[in-house]
């Protein structure tokens, strides 16, 4: 039995989504939703005449959907996956999951009513090097971890899509976009490590009403360190940097294919982050299992953000209560 998948938002990331479903011979891909006019020409130029196209999603869930990818700007996170999910659907939906954990109450209502596997995407979790960073991690090589430093981030500021630099739209700048993948990253390893985030600090620069640049600090239970960078006007183009520091060694990724234990470099097997994120989706529905950021992970690292949020805006540290 295939998995019918509509796909919402045919932007460059919709497009790599739905591209990705229609190569996997579990899945069909039956439907684009899509509001500008444009863009569900291409879709159907690129899918042909038997592919579903529409304007509004709800449309496309009339027919036998299996599952709904949502790739659209912020703040329509919720409402379309609450959408999807009241219809039957599994959903997988773009990072960050919401602007506020307040917002995405009515998909964690949702989601315990239908019984329906939910997933946040989160490609930078599938790049190689970080999985074979974890694995180190995991394996024991480096000992108990001491610190760690994640920094990512752009100079595209200005280049975004408008909706990225419009608060009401996106929510949140840097820091929820970019920072979400830190975030995750300081989650599991913090989970590895057997602690739980216990303090927060956070300083923020911003521009036109939204951040630009970020810098936080998270400390464990344990007292584990882990610093967090992120930033739309980075000097220097796209960076993303890992340093995990182990009583018995340091392993360090960066941009993001090359990782390295004590400055020699340990060979990585390339496979597509996309393709693997997309990949772990379609594989927890067949199995049915949580996918590897399910929803729960997902509120965790939006409450890991707004108490980064809630130390920028107070100027103070922020004891972690969840």
Not at 175 to 186: E, K
Not at 259 to 277: C, F
Request: charged residues 20%; hydrophobic residues 45%; negative net charge.
């Amino acid at each position: 039995m295939s998995i019918r998948v509509v796909q919402v938002g045919f932007g460059s990331v919709g497009q790599r989504r739905a591209a990705l479903v229609a190569a996997d011979p579990r899945a069909v891909l039956v439907g684009v939703c899509e509001p500008d006019a444009a863009g569900r020409a291409s879709a159907r130029e690129q899918y042909g005449s038997d592919l579903l196209v529409s304007e509004t999603l709800e449309p496309l869930l009339v027919g036998d959907v299996d599952a709904v990818i949502v790739s659209t700007p912020n703040a329509t996170h919720i409402p379309l996956s609450v959408q999807a999910v009241e219809a039957g659907a599994h959903v997988l939906c773009e990072k960050p999951l919401a602007g506020s954990l307040a917002e995405a109450r009515p998909l964690v209502e949702a989601v315990a009513v239908r019984k329906r596997l939910f997933k946040m995407g989160a490609n930078h979790q599938t790049f190689p090097s970080v999985l074979a960073a974890l694995e180190q991690v995991r394996s024991g090589e480096l000992g108990p971890l001491q610190r760690v430093r994640i920094a990512l981030g752009h100079s595209r500021f200005e280049a975004l899509p408008h909706w990225f630099r419009d608060p009401a739209q996106a929510g949140g700048g840097t820091l929820l976009d970019n920072g979400s993948h830190a975030a995750l990253l300081a989650l599991t390893l913090l989970d590895d490590a057997g602690q739980k985030p216990l303090r927060v600090s956070c300083e923020l620069e911003r521009r036109q009403g939204i951040d630009v640049a970020a810098q936080a600090q998270i400390i464990g239970d344990a007292g584990l360190p882990i610093s967090l960078e992120s930033s739309w006007v980075r000097e220097g183009g796209y960076c993303f940097e890992l340093q995990i520091v182990g009583r018995d060694g340091t392993l360090e990724v960066h941009n993001p294919g090359a990782l390295s234990l004590n400055g020699v470099a340990l060979e990585v097997v390339e496979r597509p982050s996309w393709g693997l994120d997309t990949q772990d989706f379609l594989d927890a529905i067949a199995e049915q299992r949580a996918p590897a950021v399910d929803l729960g992970m997902a509120l965790r690292c939006l409450a890991l953000l707004e108490s980064c949020y809630e130390s920028a805006a107070n100027g103070r540290e922020v004891h972690w209560t969840r």
